[in-house]
């Protein structure tokens, strides 16, 4: 099975700021990664496929980039409502495994 | 709207059994693979099992499977999870997701509120 590993494991972060969050894959997964934004008592919601396209209705402050093994989830200009956690998911092969996440608090 | 809804989770016994129901509506259901995603408090989420289009093929995560039934009922746009033989460690909110693509491993763009499942005598 493929492992997914996020870094950091969290971070505190000020509305305005570029947040940078990793992904890395333990083996090529190509561009088969998704990120997903979880509030409390909510579902994961779907904001970045396929590595970098973004999902429909998902605000262009947030963007995705990487290949192979590693990927990145930039959000740019964070805004109070940003404040969650995210995980990536590879859909590369079955199972399709998440990460640990990377909860995103206000400083 | 666009939406899914589960239904059927709550407190068992170990050993005991649950069927899970996730109800779809305002888009067509039977075009899409279908999927069980669950979450223990506290952690991520983890992929439990899939259905294709049809119901003819499915799959499991290998701590469900022998325990775990997926199946799908479109004329009523209806997904269910029955489970079996529950423990302790089955015990996670279970979120009903719409596969983005018929990928046997796919993005997930659609999710229900999820449905709590607490195993504990």
């Known amino acids: 099975d493929i492992q997914m590993t996020q870094s950091p494991s969290s971070l505190s972060a000020s509305v305005g700021d570029r947040v940078t969050i990793t992904c890395r894959a333990s083996?090529?997964?190509?561009?088969?990664l998704n990120w997903y934004q979880q509030k409390p008592g909510k579902a994961p919601k779907l904001l970045i496929f396929?590595?970098?396209s973004l999902q429909s209705g998902v605000p262009s402050r947030f963007s995705g980039s990487g290949s192979g093994t590693d990927f990145t989830l930039t959000i740019s200009n964070l805004q109070p409502e940003d404040f969650a956690t995210y995980y990536c998911q590879q859909s590369y092969s079955t199972p399709p495994a998440f990460g640990q996440g990377t909860k995103v608090e206000i400083k | 709207e666009v939406q899914l809804v589960e239904s059927g989770g709550g407190l068992v016994q170990p050993g005991g059994s649950l069927r899970l129901s996730c109800a779809a509506s305002?888009?067509?259901?039977?075009?899409?693979?279908m999927h069980w995603v669950r979450q223990a408090p506290g952690e991520g989420p983890v992929w439990v099992s899939r259905i294709t289009t049809d119901g003819s093929a499915t799959t499991y995560a290998g701590s469900v499977k022998g325990r775990f039934t997926i199946s799908r009922d479109n004329a009523n746009n209806t997904l269910y999870l029955q489970m079996n033989s529950l423990t302790a460690e089955d015990t996670a909110v279970y979120f009903c997701a719409r596969g983005y693509s018929s990928r046997p491993a796919s993005a997930f763009d659609l999710w229900g509120q999820g449905t709590m499942v607490t195993v504990s005598s």
């Open positions: 396929a590595a970098s």
């Open positions: 305002a888009f067509t259901f039977s075009n899409y693979w």
């Open positions: 083996q090529i997964i190509i561009t088969y």
